[in-house]
């Protein structure tokens, strides 16, 4: 019989939320068939039975896992019937074999049963002695002990409410806060005030189901994560406009029949991708990230383009690999994949890795004008695309209507400065306003 355990998959992952059984308990499963599919921060995960044999669930759906906890068993069905033998029926199935040997027919079965009864007291007894002998196996992460012990928690004293009474920060924090409260409520008296009648406020909306806690998910969990990361950046934003007029037709014109043709919808997002890059080769800087530690700009001389999606439990950057070395056509064919895959939740791991510069499309969602992009760590910067819209431009000294893209740069102003932010954005508007660089693509 084989454990089936939550491995390490990569990426700094710890833990995970089991979304749901693709198999039912019992059920006869092959080896490398998908039995579940596991959420962690970056992704849905299938995981794959590592041998073929009958199914034990031992995880259910819905519950959070960490690594190494034991998910299911995998075995033959006589391996299970041995394995949860209970050792208390062998000892009684001895005791009633000897009995008979002793016992003459003309006795009175009573002393037979009274030796089982007596045997089955002595059992229990003994185990739960042994039991009560056994200390408690503490089962928690490193960092959950780190927390324990700075909040002067005994992690002894704390009931684990994650799978197999794993010890959560939750856990730990709400025993923190409960001995707090104790001791506060026991040596304190406080006169009634307005928090304290503003917390009696909230009891009672929540009683009355005006309020609703909602637990984060593993992507969300990733999300905050990452966003509180890329607030310590000390970042700076630049804003301009593109006239696009050029970038309109040419889309305009050629997406029918690529559509019709080949079955991709062509957008203006792979026409931006290659300017970008194109900006990035003129502007190193951008295209790198930053080692806080030793203080070194690191350039990366490939263009891993992350393009920021929106999915049904929250952001996710898919990335473009090597995009300069792909056609506007194969960009495009790989955006459609890649957004099918974000909103269906089944992109992998390896397909939201390594980017080198991130694109959010905000224009797609139909709206904005500027706005101050997060940037994505470790990358170093940003762009934001705005809704293309109709505007009054001047062209060759006659004010006429153009298509006009606004966007925003957010860079992190430790590798960067504002020149050359500017120079950066100039080389955007440079390749996206010249209908030759684009017709060449």
Same mark, same amino acid.
Do not use: C
């Given at each position: 019989?084989?454990?089936?355990?939550?491995?390490?998959?990569?990426?700094?992952?710890?833990?995970?939320?089991?979304?749901?059984?693709?198999?039912?308990?019992?059920?006869?499963?092959?080896?490398?068939?998908?039995?579940?599919?596991?959420?962690?921060?970056?992704?849905?995960?299938?995981?794959?039975?590592?041998?073929?044999?009958?199914?034990?669930?031992?995880?259910?759906?819905?519950?959070?896992?960490?690594?190494?906890?034991? =998910? +299911?068993?995998?075995?033959?069905? %006589?391996?299970? #019937?041995?394995?949860? *033998?209970? @050792?208390?029926?062998? &000892?009684?199935?001895?005791?009633?074999?000897?009995?008979?040997?002793?016992?003459?027919?003309?006795?009175?079965?009573?002393?037979?049963?009274?030796?089982?009864?007596?045997?089955?007291?002595?059992?229990?007894?003994?185990?739960?002695?042994?039991?009560?002998?056994?200390?408690?196996?503490?089962?928690?992460?490193?960092?959950?002990?780190? =927390? +324990?012990?700075?909040?002067?928690? %005994?992690?002894? #004293?704390?009931?684990? *409410?994650? @799978?197999?009474?794993? &010890?959560?920060?939750?856990?730990?924090?709400?025993?923190?806060?409960?001995?707090?409260?104790?001791?506060?409520?026991?040596?304190?008296?406080?006169?009634?005030?307005?928090?304290?009648?503003?917390?009696?406020?909230?009891?009672?909306?929540?009683?009355?189901?005006?309020?609703?806690?909602?637990?984060?998910?593993?992507?969300?969990?990733?999300? +905050?994560?990452?966003?509180?990361?890329?607030?310590?950046?000390?970042?700076?934003?630049?804003?301009?406009?593109?006239?696009?007029?050029?970038?309109?037709?040419?889309?305009?014109?050629?997406?029918?029949?690529?559509?019709?043709?080949?079955?991709?919808?062509?957008?203006?997002?792979?026409?931006?991708?290659?300017?970008?890059?194109?900006?990035?080769?003129?502007?190193?800087?951008?295209?790198?990230?930053?080692?806080?530690?030793?203080?070194?700009?690191?350039?990366?001389?490939?263009?891993?383009?992350?393009?920021?999606?929106?999915?049904?439990?929250?952001?996710?950057?898919?990335?473009?690999?090597?995009?300069?070395?792909?056609?506007?056509?194969?960009?495009?064919?790989?955006?459609?994949?890649?957004?099918?895959?974000?909103?269906?939740?089944?992109?992998?791991?390896?397909?939201?890795?390594?980017?080198?510069?991130?694109?959010?499309?905000?224009?797609?969602?139909?709206?904005?004008?500027?706005?101050?992009?997060?940037?994505?760590?470790?990358?170093?910067?940003?762009?934001?695309?705005?809704?293309?819209?109709?505007?009054?431009?001047?062209?060759?000294?006659?004010?006429?209507?153009?298509?006009?893209?606004?966007?925003?740069?957010?860079?992190?102003?430790?590798?960067?400065?504002?020149?050359?932010?500017?120079?950066?954005?100039?080389?955007?508007?440079?390749?996206?306003?010249?209908?030759?660089?684009?017709?060449?693509?």
């Amino acid at each position: 019989m084989k454990e089936l355990k939550f491995v390490d998959v990569g990426e700094g992952i710890t833990e995970g939320h089991i979304q749901k059984w693709l198999v039912k308990n019992g059920d006869i499963v092959k080896e490398d068939q998908s039995i579940v599919q596991i959420e962690t921060d970056k992704a849905v995960v299938n995981i794959p039975a590592p041998i073929s044999g009958v199914i034990k669930i031992n995880a259910p759906e819905k519950t959070d896992v960490h690594i190494g906890d034991v =998910l +299911a068993y995998i075995g033959t069905a %006589d391996e299970f #019937k041995s394995s949860f *033998t209970k @050792p208390a029926g062998n &000892i009684i199935n001895a005791v009633k074999e000897q009995a008979s040997k002793i016992i003459t027919p003309n006795q009175n079965k009573t002393a037979l049963d009274a030796s089982i009864k007596n045997t089955k007291g002595n059992f229990q007894s003994s185990q739960q002695i042994s039991q009560s002998q056994v200390p408690k196996e503490i089962i928690a992460a490193p960092s959950v002990r780190k =927390l +324990a012990r700075s909040l002067n928690v %005994d992690i002894n #004293k704390i009931i684990g *409410t994650g @799978p197999n009474s794993r &010890i959560l920060e939750n856990d730990v924090k709400n025993f923190a806060n409960s001995s707090t409260t104790s001791n506060i409520s026991s040596t304190t008296s406080f006169p009634t005030s307005t928090s304290a009648s503003t917390s009696a406020s909230s009891v009672q909306n929540e009683s009355n189901n005006l309020i609703e806690r909602v637990l984060m998910s593993q992507t969300r969990k990733a999300i +905050a994560r990452n966003m509180e990361e890329s607030w310590k950046m000390p970042r700076a934003v630049h804003m301009d406009k593109i006239n696009a007029t050029a970038l309109w037709n040419i889309v305009a014109k050629e997406k029918p029949h690529l559509e019709k043709d080949k079955g991709v919808k062509l957008t203006f997002l792979p026409f931006i991708i290659k300017a970008t890059i194109e900006a990035l080769k003129e502007n190193p800087n951008f295209n790198a990230s930053y080692d806080r530690d030793n203080q070194v700009i690191i350039r990366k001389k490939y263009y891993n383009i992350g393009l920021a999606a929106e999915s049904p439990d929250g952001l996710k950057v898919a990335v473009v690999k090597d995009a300069d070395k792909k056609s506007i056509i194969s960009i495009a064919a790989e955006i459609q994949e890649l957004h099918k895959k974000t909103l269906n939740n089944t992109i992998t791991l390896n397909e939201m890795r390594d980017s080198t510069f991130t694109i959010t499309n905000i224009g797609s969602l139909g709206g904005g004008y500027f706005s101050v992009p997060m940037i994505n760590p470790p990358n170093v910067a940003i762009l934001g695309i705005h809704l293309i819209r109709d505007e009054p431009i001047v062209v060759d000294g006659k004010i006429q209507v153009g298509k006009v893209l606004p966007f925003s740069l957010s860079f992190d102003h430790r590798v960067v400065d504002g020149a050359e932010a500017v120079l950066f954005g100039n080389a955007i508007i440079k390749y996206i306003e010249d209908p030759d660089f684009l017709e060449m693509l």
